[in-house]
Structure formats: C-alpha cells, structure tokens
C-alpha cells in the first residue's frame, strides 16, 4: 500500500515528463527507495546521475576526517548499485570535485537536461546553496525539484492547534505517531525504474576518485570496522532488529551493545528513514516496548529538524542562538581560566572518569554513546561553566555522525537553552551517572586502563581512593591520572547561582 500510494502520488504523466534529467545526491548516498531518484526515473525518459565533492565545505575540514571517507567509500558503492540496477557499465555516477553551487548548474547545461532532482537539505547554509543553485538553473531555464527524503515528517507537516510548530517534544511525539501511516512510512520504488538510467558521457566516465585525489589522507575508519555504504547500513539494521526488543533495557549503559550504531548512516542517508521506522512502527504495534522506544528516538530527530526549519536557532554563517533568547545572556566563564578548563575537557583531562572516557571515545572514534552526550555536555555547561556552543562546535568537527539539527538540539536540552529542554535546577551528576550506567566500570576501563587497579566503589571518583588503594593500584592522582578540576557540588550552586540571574520573573 505504502508504495502504491506514493507512486499515484507523483501524477506522472510521460507525456508532460521531461527528456532528460539530472539527480543530484548529497545527504542521499543509496538507490533505494530514494525520493528524489524515482521521482526522476518516473518523470525522465533518460536520467543522469551526480555526486559532488563540494570543496565550500570539504575546505574547511582537516585533512583526515573519518566523513571524509565514510563519504568517499559510500559514493562508490552508490556508484556500483546505480550501474548495477541499469545493467550497463557505464551508467552509474558523475563525481565533480569543486563548488556545488557552480558545479551543478554547468553540468546541468553542459548535459542539456530540462529539471534537476535533489532532496530537501535544511541547514541554513545548505539552503543558501540550494536557492543560489536554483537561481542559475532558472537562469538557465532548468527546472530544480526537490522532495523530503530525510525525515518523515518536515517543517509544518505538524503543527499544534493553534496551528504553530511545537515547541515541545511529547505533544510532538503523540501528533507524529497519530499521523504515522503506510502512506507517510512507506517506500519508493526506484528499481523497477532503472532502464532510465542513462550512460555517463564519456569525458565524465572515470573513476571515483581516492582520498588523496581530494586533498584527504586515510583514517582509522576500517580500523574501527565502521561499515559504509548502502550495503554497511542494512548490515546494521539487520544485527539491530536482532537486538531491538531489549533496546529500552540495554540503550543507557554504554559497554552494552545497546544501540543500533546507525546515526552515520540516518547522517548521509544510506540507510532510509522511513524504512527504520516503518520497522519500529510495525514492531512496536506487536507490543515491542524496545521498538517503541527505540522509534521515539527517530521522533526526536524529526522534532530537531522542525526546530531548526520552524526556529531560529542557527544561521547562515554557523552561529547558534539560545532557543530561549534569555539564555543567551548567560555569563559563562571567559579568559584564560575557561580556555584551560574546555582543552582538559576536550583532551579527557577533567578527573571525572566517564566523562574522560567518553571524551576518549569521541576522540579516538567520531562516537559517542547517547547518554555520554548527555553527561559530557551538561558537566561542559553545568560543572564547568562553559559556554555550550564551544562544546556543539566541538562535537561538530569530531563526530562521524554530525548533524546540525540533532547536535544543536541536545547540546541546548543539556545546557537548558532549549524548547522542552532538561530544567536548569537538574544537573547531571558525573558519578551518580557513573555508578549507575557503567556500575562495573567496563566503559570506563576500555578507555582509562590506567585505572583498572582500583576497586570499582572508588573507580568512578578516585579522589575519595584511600592511600592504600591508590598504592595497590600503582596510581598517583596528578601524575598517573588527573586530578578533579572542579567539585561537582560547588559547581552545582555556581550554575543554579548563573541561571538564576537570567530566569525570567514570574508576574505577579
């Protein structure tokens, strides 16, 4: 149903279709059930395909960025399944390296296509690409198409009554969940479309290019058996679906293999999103408590890419603003105190073990557990008292899985800044968290094995070992591992202290 539905949706008409069109992947990197390429396919009577390095952002990158390469590794499997599904050799990917914005409108005229096929980008400088893009295929008298690809449900889709975006995740959720059907969660089909394919012109024929060939050395990527591609993000769903009913009991501890590790793929799109919630939907309607859960997460990614469409919350030019606008006039710490408190919080040097492992996780990997985010952004804001976009800007340039949205989005619930955020007055505790969601310290030790002589009570807060145990274990504090560089409970009534001072007054 969900597949007729959506193809008696695009009103194709072949006669009213276009000769020949062009799909541009960006965030997009599969063939199936791909919107913009089976609107293309049922539209076009021959279609080209292309996938641009575009060196606006790659520019700004390091040299070895694992995104890099997850990128490079999954446009050449896009490349193989796209001659694959064709049948001929030759009609897979044009790959261009240089400005996207430049890039497509002359290939666009320079393969005399009439519409060009992409899917909606809604980051706010990816917006100015695309309208810029758009103004020079006007120009040009090229059609541009877009279609929603990325989330199930975009901008105003859902609104409150009142007919406003929601502020607020829950009422969100149960709108999400009420509108949620088989029209919304199903499949495109793009396969059975594949004849229109066409072959790339030969100038355009050669390879996709290395790393190197980019400007970019390799990384520890495959070392860390990070699977990429189309074909990596169904290995990993399939292993998930295994594991998905105990994801509610197993998702908060993070030696567990708990989560489903898909967020890189969700990020660049070779995994479908509404193929993942169609199988939380289903499952969770069968009384799957962990698929339920598990769904609610793909729900809170939709909820942070309303915020950033509905909200002002990022511009153009990377700038992140306090959904509440009071917040905005916190005075964090500053100076060369508060620049030598968030290098040891980005280099792991804080003395609060799960916080300094999680940064070792982040660092040595591009991951981080879900609950570590939480804890490593609220002792940044709430222990440390740092501004909260140095720590976003932080997890921007490490994590493989960055995406503006969703990292905005919880770096401002942490830090208390945003809409349905966590309550300024409750301030994760970095060793409760710790006893709690790494009770053995398995996590920890994976990442500070110079810590593993210590007995577990004190292995979460090696300032309260005695002398004995810190000897037995070979451990001097400030030499072998860091002293604390903040008492949580001091900092706890430093934070109510700041917050305090720009909470709104209630009237009278």
């Known amino acids: 149903m969900g597949i007729l539905a959506k193809e008696a949706a695009t009103g194709f008409d072949m006669d009213n279709g276009y000769p020949t069109g062009l799909v541009w992947f960006r965030r997009d990197l599969r063939a199936a059930d791909h919107a913009a390429l089976h609107h293309a396919l049922t539209t076009c009577r021959q279609v080209h395909c292309v996938f641009v390095f575009d060196t606006a952002i790659l520019d ?13 590794d999954s446009v050449a499997e896009l490349d193989a399944t796209l001659r694959r599904l064709a049948g001929r050799e030759h009609a897979g990917l044009i790959v261009l390296h240089g400005p996207a914005a430049d890039q ?12 060009v096929f992409a899917n909606h980008d809604y980051e706010p400088q990816a917006l100015a690409r695309d309208a810029a893009v758009r103004g020079a ?12 690809d990325q989330v199930v449900f975009e901008g105003r889709e859902l609104l409150t009554q009142a007919g406003t975006p929601y502020a607020v995740f829950t009422p969100y959720k149960n709108a999400w969940l009420a509108k949620a059907d088989d029209f919304f969660l199903g499949s495109y089909a793009v396969a059975r479309h594949a004849a229109q394919l066409a072959e790339r012109p030969g100038h355009y024929a050669r390879q996709v290019p290395e790393l190197a060939d980019l400007g970019f050395e390799s990384t520890n990527l495959h070392e860390l058996k990070i699977p990429t591609g189309e ?11 295994q594991r998905i009913d105990r994801y509610d009991l197993q998702r908060d501890f993070p030696a567990h293999k708990g989560p489903s590790y898909l967020s890189v793929h969700l990020r660049f799109g070779t995994v479908s ?11 969770a309607a069968g009384g799957s408590t962990g698929a339920a859960t598990w769904l609610g997460e793909l729900v809170w ?16 030019q990377g700038a992140s603003h306090s959904f509440k606008r009071e917040y905005d006039a916190i005075k964090w710490e500053h100076g060369k105190p508060a620049e030598q408190l968030f290098a040891a919080w980005c280099e792991g040097r804080t003395g609060y073990p799960l916080v300094d492992a999680a940064m070792a996780q982040i660092n040595q990997t591009g991951y981080m557990h879900n609950r570590l985010r939480m804890v490593t952004a609220s002792f940044l804001s709430k222990d440390l008292g740092l501004d909260w976009r140095w720590g976003e800007r932080y997890f921007a340039e490490k994590l493989n899985d960055y995406d503006l949205a969703s990292n905005n989005g919880g770096w401002q619930w942490a830090s208390s800044s945003g809409c349905d955020a966590q309550p ?18 398995k996590f920890i030790l994976r990442y500070l094995p110079q810590l593993e002589g210590l007995p577990v009570p004190v292995l979460h807060a090696p300032w309260e070992a005695n ?42």
Do not use: C
Request: overall charge positive; cysteine-free; charged content about 30%.
């Open 60 to 72: 700004r990158l390091a040299r070895r960025d694992r995104r890099v390469e997850f990128i490079r």
């Open 104 to 115: 497509v409108p002359w290939l666009a005229q320079s393969l005399g296509v009439q519409a």
């Open 137 to 148: 295929l006007a120009n040009a008298g090229i059609a541009l198409h877009t279609y929603k």
């Open 231 to 241: 074909s990596g993000g169904q290995a990993l769903f399939e292993d998930f679906l």
């Open 273 to 283: 999103v509404r193929e993942l919630a169609r199988a939380a939907w289903q499952r």
């Open 301 to 316: 990614r939709d909820f942070y890419f309303q915020v950033l469409a509905n909200f002002r919350v990022s511009d153009e």
């Open 424 to 441: 300024y007055f409750r301030i994760f505790n970095p060793v409760s968290q710790s006893r709690k969601f790494d009770p053995d310290g």
């Open 467 to 508: 002398e004995v145990e810190l000897a037995a274990a070979g451990i001097v504090l400030g030499r072998d591992y860091p002293e604390r560089i903040v008492d949580h409970d001091d900092a706890r009534q430093r934070t109510l202290a700041r917050y305090a001072a720009v909470k709104p007054k209630k009237k009278a």
